[in-house]
């Protein structure tokens, strides 16, 4: 339940995380989506609370599950990619809704040691590729959400 | 108590971290330090924990004390400077040592919409501009740790 009784039912999400990114899965009251940009595995959270913002204005219980969901999201991609870094953080300059950035980064990628957002051009994936970026992460992370809520139940 | 039994005493701050930053204060487990930078208001939280380098990889009592750090730092920062946005983060391409970046935004600021990170050169401040922002950020800190505290007790 959330404090304060908004629901996932009230929201969409913003056309430009909408244009720039593909659905992972929902998960409670998260959507993890994936940038379409073949240079970088970079997975987003976006807490499906109409009107959120900023992290530290989200209702306790919403921001407690974002994290969580933080926390597989890296543990996931940490497993499937061992990257020498993730970057992680909550921006929003450029898209004023809530969401959470989780990048898997590489000493010899395009953008290191600078950080992604704004580093130059994206480049779209074909629906094939972005299938098989998408589907080893779907199953990782459902994986990790499960076993982290059997952690802390 | 740690998971591990690591204690701060067996931890000290990364030389780089200690040449661009000046300390705010610490905090139980947590050192919150201020980037010397006139462009950006610009903060960091370090646990001081010896050898950690990347948040999800955190022992989980470490990990939730530097995310009550972060709430209660940017609940600070809103309420003394009133940002467009929060910009907050754990990137660390160039440090390893883990830290989290919490900078106040401005859409008229020398880097927006952009990120602060990579964002042209750092403006050292004077000493007395140094202790005239860490002060507030100090006290309003403080204030803030005590009274999150309070309600989670």
Not at 94 to 116: I, N, S
Not at 118 to 137: D, F, H, S, T, Y
Request: overall charge negative.
């Amino acid at each position: 339940m959330s404090d304060d009784h908004t629901t996932p039912a009230d929201w969409c999400l913003h056309p430009r995380l909408k244009a720039d990114s593909f659905p992972i899965f929902d998960h409670g009251r998260l959507q993890f989506r994936l940038i379409n940009d073949r240079r970088f595995v970079w997975t987003l959270i976006v807490p499906m609370h109409p009107g959120a913002e900023q992290l530290h204005r989200l209702p306790p219980d919403w921001r407690n599950e974002a994290l969580a969901g933080l926390q597989a999201l890296s543990e996931t991609l940490e497993y499937l990619y061992h990257p020498d870094r993730l970057n992680t953080g909550a921006i929003g300059n450029l898209v004023d809704q809530l969401h959470l950035h989780c990048v898997v980064r590489f000493g010899d990628d395009p953008a290191w040691p600078g950080v992604v957002w704004g580093a130059g051009e994206r480049e779209p994936m074909k629906p094939i590729e972005l299938l098989a970026r998408i589907q080893p992460i779907a199953a990782g992370l459902g994986d990790a959400l499960a076993r982290n809520s059997e952690r802390t139940a």
